[in-house]
């Protein structure tokens, strides 16, 4: 199984809501990422989990909150979000460490109103 | 300037043409990938490559470390070849650092 499963597809979500992205691997990877992609341009690194432990925060604001659960899971928790945090958020997991090939999932299409 | 350059921007080939994106990248690293993207986001990795070449059916992906530079090549170009390649390096502290990306499209 090589695959990366994301929930929601899509998200439409209010100013004021709070929301949960949920990402699930089962490869055995114990590194875990969160990117966030805006129209055409490539993906940014927002977070890096190694061994379920955070090891980089790309100075992200903190209405996104990453959660790592367990070594198959990676959660993005979502508070009081702004307009401009519409994107698509995707997520990765590779071996460690972070430089070894990693694995997509399709991407959560998050609209903020 | 960008740590990793891509060219072209945008590509429009017919189909069963030979297609080539290049990337050419500035700083050291340990590895490099090419990743697909096709409309509806999810991202593919297609191949990394530390050196020399490697093929997969009709893609054949080439790297010289020396003149930091890789090129993807499409043989038989199809229709559903048409997205967008990313070129990304691993370089320093083991980040990926994306190329913009090539828009391919492929007309039947």
């Known amino acids: 199984d090589t695959e990366v499963t994301q929930t929601p597809k899509h998200l439409v979500m209010g100013m004021t809501n709070k929301k949960s992205l949920k990402c699930e691997q089962h490869m055995g990877h114990r590194a875990m990422y969160w990117y966030k992609q805006k129209a055409k341009k490539p993906p940014e690194l927002m977070f890096v989990?190694?061994?379920?432990?955070?090891?980089i925060n790309e100075s992200v604001p903190s209405r996104f909150s990453p959660e790592c659960p367990n070594s198959s899971l990676l959660n993005l928790h979502l508070h009081a979000l702004q307009p401009e945090d519409s994107a698509l958020y995707l997520c990765?997991?590779?071996?460690?460490?972070?430089?070894?090939?990693?694995?997509f999932g399709p991407g959560t299409r998050l609209t903020v109103t | 300037k960008n740590e990793v350059e891509q060219s072209p921007q945008n590509l429009t080939a017919q189909e069963g043409e030979f297609i080539t994106i290049n990337c050419s990248y500035s700083v050291g690293i340990s590895a490099l990938h090419w990743l697909q993207q096709h409309p509806g986001g999810g991202i593919v990795s297609l191949f990394m490559l530390s050196s020399g070449k490697k093929k997969h059916g009709r893609l054949i992906a080439t790297i010289n470390i020396q003149e930091k530079h890789s090129s993807l090549h499409i043989t038989a170009s199809h229709p559903r070849d048409s997205a967008v390649y990313i070129c990304?390096?691993?370089?320093?502290?083991?980040?990926?650092?994306f190329g913009e990306g090539t828009q391919l499209t492929v007309n039947p």
């Open positions: 990765a997991s590779s071996q460690p460490p972070q430089g070894r090939e990693q694995y």
């Open positions: 989990y190694s061994y379920e432990k955070l090891s």
């Open positions: 990304a390096v691993i370089s320093s502290g083991s980040r990926l650092t």
